[in-house]
């Protein structure tokens, strides 16, 4: 007897349902714990890994199962056998990267792909393209999308160094010299002269073999004082792909965001929507599935060129979650697990704004140097209406000196800018965390500066302000009590008692 087709598909959905299903997280720190979350609202079992470093890390407390990779630093995350091995012994029916570690290697796809565990994300072979920069220009040249000027993949020795020479010439510097397989901030340069493009060229080639092993490189013309804006998109395996909006991360250090905040404060409507569905058309373009961010920047004159689609979920997700509703890191393993789509753009409304800060043990006076090795002394975290926080620091905990510098992100949401300005400001005087330095201080200049208050800023805005950078080291009197509260349970009695 013939099957029709919507029992045969409310069957297939019924059976998906029926099995619990294991997930294993193949990262660590907050991205870890928020996707351990997703996959216990889900009724999933969440299986976490962990170096040696990592064996007090709460992502470990919070998973249903652990297994240790083993010694590390670092080199285990990115062990794609030992990842592998830990999902076949655990029975993990997928694997969830996060982001950082392996989230974009194509070689760990495939080896999901390979073994019959499910890759929660795009598929190898869009990964491979989309990762090779020089690749993803084509396939956005070719669907028409606007474009920075660029090179291919500069050939080694002589060649190489006259096509980069005559590039330079005919567009003018500064030109960004950047790694085909880079990502994340990491290998691009700026280079301001011929002569600097020379010298440079074999320092970035060494580089990027050592960070990316590959030591391709390409040129792009500088695009000066830009808006680095962003559109988060989703698509399921029927090619239906929708945009949640715009983000933007202009506000950076050394390539790398610091404040994200959704949607974008440029001033211009209809010029966004214009570019949440080029960003649709590039996903299309690329035959993107599951979660992905489409990243352009925006010149003075409202010119938007596309950059590169990332194909992981974003450190910065939380602002889109906020002003949308929409639980991305949920809705990106039921795609996995081979469901459609359950709204429609039209059901994807903005509401109101959102910031997100990105509370780093780092000292901004040092040039954010790192604070990896310093103990937490003291942790009392804010919280109140509007207020998300995505974290794994502790009272107590070591810092690690091997991995990300990221503590928690604070994510406030408000009616209007304004609101949602101010909402951030009083979470940052509450928030205490003692025994690193941190980037809080700092938040707590650019919350007052006029032009973040005004939503004016760009790339290079740190580089424009740097009055943001005379504040004091004062931990406030909330941290001062908090601190004094510490002491008293450590010692067990009031040290100053008489």
């Not at 889900?42 to 407390?61: G, M, N, Q, W």
């Not at 991305?328 to 429609?344: C, D």
């Not at 006029?450 to 760009?458: C, E, S, Y």
Request: hydrophobic share 40%; charged share 25%; aromatic share 8%.
């Amino acid at each position: 007897m013939e099957i029709c087709q919507p029992f045969l598909v409310f069957l297939q959905q019924h059976l998906r349902e029926a099995v619990k299903k294991k997930i294993l997280v193949a990262n660590r720190g907050e991205i870890a714990i928020r996707l351990i979350r997703a996959i216990q609202e889900l009724d999933c079992t969440a299986v976490a890994v962990y170096e040696k470093p990592d064996e007090r890390s709460r992502h470990i407390r919070l998973a249903d199962e652990a297994v240790l990779l083993g010694n590390g630093p670092r080199c285990d995350y990115l062990n794609i056998r030992k990842i592998i091995a830990a999902a076949k012994h655990t029975g993990a029916d997928a694997i969830h990267p996060g982001y950082g570690f392996l989230a974009e290697n194509p070689g760990f796809a495939k080896a999901c792909e390979e073994e019959g565990i499910i890759f929660i994300g795009p598929s190898s072979k869009v990964i491979a393209d989309l990762g090779n920069k020089v690749v993803a220009r084509q396939i956005m040249a070719d669907a028409g999308i606007p474009m920075v000027p660029g090179t291919k993949n500069l050939p080694h020795g002589e060649e190489g160094l006259q096509n980069a020479i005559e590039f330079g010439r005919k567009y003018g510097y500064p030109v960004m010299l950047k790694a085909t397989s880079g990502g994340g901030g990491r290998g691009i340069r700026r280079i301001d002269t011929e002569d600097q493009l020379v010298n440079e060229i074999p320092v970035a080639r060494a580089e990027a073999k050592a960070a990316f092993n590959d030591d391709s490189v390409y040129l792009e013309k500088v695009v000066l004082e830009p808006k680095h804006v962003e559109v988060q998109i989703i698509a399921d395996k029927t090619g239906k792909t929708l945009h949640l909006g715009t983000r933007d991360c202009s506000i950076q250090r050394r390539n790398q965001k610091l404040i994200e905040l959704a949607p974008s404060r440029v001033a211009n409507p209809e010029l966004l929507e214009e570019i949440c569905q080029t960003a649709v058309k590039a996903a299309k373009a690329a035959n993107y599935f599951n979660a992905g961010t489409v990243e352009f920047l925006i010149d003075k004159d409202l010119n938007y060129y596309f950059m590169e689609i990332n194909t992981r979920i974003q450190v910065e997700h939380t602002v889109t979650e906020m002003v949308t509703g929409i639980d991305i890191v949920r809705n990106q393993i039921k795609l996995a697990f081979g469901y459609e789509l359950s709204f429609g753009q039209e059901d994807v409304q903005i509401r109101g704004h959102a910031i997100e800060m990105r509370i780093n043990a780092e000292d901004p006076k040092n040039n954010f140097m790192p604070e990896g090795g310093k103990k937490v002394s003291v942790y009392r975290s804010t919280g109140g209406f509007g207020v998300r926080l995505d974290g794994f620091v502790y009272q107590g905990y070591e810092i690690p000196e091997v991995y990300d510098s990221l503590l928690v992100k604070l994510t406030v949401h408000g009616f209007t800018w304004d609101e949602t300005v101010g909402r951030v400001k009083r979470c940052l005087k509450n928030f205490a965390i003692v025994g690193p330095k941190t980037t809080i201080p700092f938040y707590l200049r650019i919350v007052d500066d006029p032009d973040f208050i005004k939503g004016d800023f760009n790339t290079s805005y740190l580089d424009t302000h740097p009055h943001l950078f005379h504040y004091e080291e004062s931990i406030g009197e909330a941290g001062k009590l908090a601190k004094f509260i510490a002491e008293i349970h450590h010692r067990g009695e009031n040290p100053f008692a008489s």
